[in-house]
């Protein structure tokens, strides 16, 4: 099927837009008569045209517009209403023209989750999954709640991850930035003022002609040192991309001594949090386990879920394969067994999500606590090095000067 552009005159004279996959542009003219409009104009959808929709969207821009629609579901307001406020209110134009096109479609007739799934840029399985299971079940606004609750948490772990790892990324970028300046600028020019006050290299002391010499092997080498990094940094993400090689990849980083615990921990958070959150919907363990490993964001974890989807749909239970991935600690696998032998597994996943969320939370902090005294000492080491070789041989020539 393809897609096909269209516009439309509705029996009140208002034009419609729209966007709409067929197999033909007699069938797209079909639907829209079907649906009492009289087709004007209906084009084919070019494959190179237009960006897809969905670009530019930030979390925060749906966390906040998820929220603002449960209030307003729950106040009493009609589908179409609210999506027609929030597409007008939206300062992401972006995120407009996507809550503009869904408008469109639940107007013809389509549900919400199917126009949701039009967009996966920015509506993802999880979220078009609630909102179908909210539908079907006539709680929609409950699940909009719900999802919001989600989505919120879920920012707030990854803006904790993120903010981790910026401090260490700026010094490092820093401290390379620095050490790329002196090798290049500032020990040449120490080097030619010493050659000033006459003497050869061997007078120098052994540490300012090491610095010398590797300033030297740096200046000589520097095209070759960054074509080494391109071409480093082409091979990694050329690996990364093949299945194998993600596998280890990830698998590596799982298992690095304090790193690997972090994300361990926020592993264990997503999942719990996401799983929890679909069966307290009523979506099928099934299926909510299928969303779980498909966001996972690692593909030992994937595997891992999709094998205690295979074992419950053999009528297995889920702890026994689940310890079988050894990412999950043991607690949590025994804590998930209670929640199945009780019937209350949404719970008790919600309620492990929780913990693991403030363990994350302690977890980040001590890293970055335990980076930022690391990450002094090794820049003011490099820079300490550097200016006392460089400043040595002025010591000794001013002692000479003395002595004289």
């Not at 829209?32 to 084919?44: D, I």
């Not at 409950?142 to 910026?166: C, H, N, P, T």
């Not at 401290?175 to 790329?180: D, E, F, L, P, T």
């Not at 299926?287 to 964001?297: K, P, V, Y």
Request: with cysteine; proline share 4%.
């Amino acid at each position: 099927m393809a897609e096909f552009t269209w516009e439309a005159r509705a029996r009140s004279g208002e034009v419609r837009k729209g966007v709409m996959e067929a197999d033909s542009v007699d069938a797209v003219n079909t639907k829209l008569r079907q649906q009492q409009l009289n087709p004007v104009k209906v084009k084919k959808k070019s494959s190179f045209a237009m960006p897809k929709f969905g670009a530019g969207v930030a979390t925060k821009d749906l966390v906040t517009f998820t929220r603002l629609f449960a209030t307003m579901i729950d106040a009493g307001l009609p589908l179409i209403q609210c999506l027609d406020i929030l597409s007008n209110q939206q300062t992401n134009k972006n995120f407009a023209v996507v809550l503009k096109d869904i408008k469109n479609n639940v107007e013809q007739g389509a549900t919400f989750s199917e126009a949701l799934k039009r967009h996966p840029r920015v509506f993802d399985d999880l979220f078009t999954n609630l909102v179908h299971a909210g539908e079907v079940g006539g709680i929609l606004d409950s699940i909009m709640s719900r999802l919001s609750v989600y989505l919120e948490k879920s920012q707030k772990l990854a803006r904790q991850v993120r903010g981790a790892m910026v401090y260490p990324s700026v010094v490092i970028v820093i401290a390379m930035g620095v050490m790329a300046v002196m090798l290049i600028f500032v020990i040449p020019a120490f080097e030619g003022m010493f050659a000033e006050f006459g003497g050869g290299a061997q007078n120098l002391p052994a540490l300012t002609r090491g610095l010398i010499a590797i300033s030297k092997g740096f200046l000589t080498y520097l095209p070759f040192v960054v074509v080494s990094i391109i071409a480093g940094v082409v091979g990694v993400t050329y690996v990364n991309r093949q299945p194998r090689g993600k596998r280890f990849f990830h698998k590596t980083f799982l298992n690095l001594p304090v790193i690997g615990n972090v994300l361990r921990k926020i592993a264990v958070s997503r999942f719990t949090r996401t799983l929890g959150t679909l069966l307290q919907s009523g979506v099928p363990i099934l299926d909510a386990l299928e969303i779980c490993a498909r966001t996972s964001g690692n593909v030992v974890i994937e595997s891992g879920i999709m094998a205690v989807r295979q074992s419950i749909s053999e009528g297995k239970n889920m702890a026994e394969p689940l310890a079988a991935t050894g990412v999950f600690p043991d607690m949590v696998v025994q804590m998930i067994a209670v929640g199945e032998q009780t019937g209350a597994l949404d719970q008790m996943l919600n309620k492990i999500a929780d913990f693991y969320e403030e363990e994350t939370d302690v977890a980040v902090s001590a890293l970055t606590s335990a980076l930022e005294p690391i990450l002094m000492v090794g820049v003011g080491g490099m820079v300490g090095v550097v200016l006392i070789g460089m400043y040595l041989p002025i010591f000794s020539l001013a002692g000479a000067i003395k002595g004289d």
